[in-house]
T-cell receptor, first 113, second 115 residues
Framework: AQSVTQLGSHVSVSEGALVLLRCNYS??????LFWYVQYPNQGLQLLLK??????LVKGINGFEAEFKKSETSFHLTKPSAHMSDAAEYFC???????????FGTGTRLTIIP | EAQVTQNPRYLITVTGKKLTVTCSQN?????MSWYRQDPGLGLRQIYY???????DKGDVPEGYKVSRKEKRNFPLILESPSPNQTSLYFC??????????????FGPGTRLTVT
């Protein structure tokens, strides 16, 4: 079985500050890890994913995430927050050849002007 | 434009009145699924389909039906809706990339209220 824990259902950062959204996973097999973003009244959009290879993954809009096997983590970061980053972010896990995505409960990011 | 479409986007109905939410994708994806999103619970999979005429239960299938008669369409059917099915519903389609991961594309969502 696979699961995802997102620490902090709400995170607020000032514009220009570092964004850090936390995700820890549990998986009995090597995981594939994803971050999705949901803007208000829209569907989910893929930000980035890790499958194999380089553990630091770069995504769209300046976001990146690092897969740390020893910590079972896949935290999402962005060096400088922008007002347009305000959204809900979901971490998800699957595995090799497995179509099923298991989502975390989401983190709502608020940007303070 | 590659997309997943859902209709209707908003629906208010009464308990017991059968309804169907349609989902269509134009990317020739084999895999499609339905999720519901509830506050504090994230997204939970209702049903999925690996191909035409192949469907299976997800994590929360009770009270829902699906069918996959054509590759592009995957309707969600609530035969007797109840208030606990008030939720935001998402359809998604995906393909298997060379790393054998599935990248899912989501529709815009259908907000359903059952009174």
């Amino acid at each position: 079985a696979q699961s995802v824990t997102q620490l902090g259902s709400h995170v607020s950062v000032s514009e220009g500050a570092l964004v850090l959204l936390r995700c820890n996973y549990s998986s009995s097999v090597p995981p594939y890890l994803f971050w999705y973003v949901q803007y208000p009244n829209q569907g989910l959009q893929l930000l980035l994913k890790y499958t194999t290879g380089a553990t630091l993954v770069k995504g769209i809009n300046g976001f990146e995430a690092e897969f740390k096997k020893s910590e079972t983590s896949f935290h999402l970061t962005k060096p400088s927050a922008h007002m347009s980053d305000a959204a809900e972010y979901f971490c998800a896990v699957s595995s090799f050849g497995n179509e099923k995505l298991t989502f975390g409960t989401g983190t709502r990011l608020t940007i303070i002007p | 434009e590659a997309q997943v479409t859902q209709n209707p986007r908003y629906l208010i109905t009464v308990t017991g009145k059968k309804l169907t939410v349609t989902c269509s994708q134009n990317m020739n994806h084999e895999y499609m699924s339905w999720y519901r999103q509830d506050p504090g619970l994230g997204l939970r999979q209702i049903y999925y389909s690996m191909n035409v005429e192949v469907t299976d239960k997800g994590d929360v299938p009770e009270g829902y039906k699906v069918s996959r008669k054509e590759k592009r369409n995957f309707p969600l059917i609530l035969e007797s809706p109840s208030p606990n099915q008030t939720s935001l519903y998402f359809c998604a389609s995906s393909f298997r990339d060379p790393t054998l991961s599935y990248e899912q594309y989501f529709g815009p969502g259908t907000r359903l209220t059952v009174t």
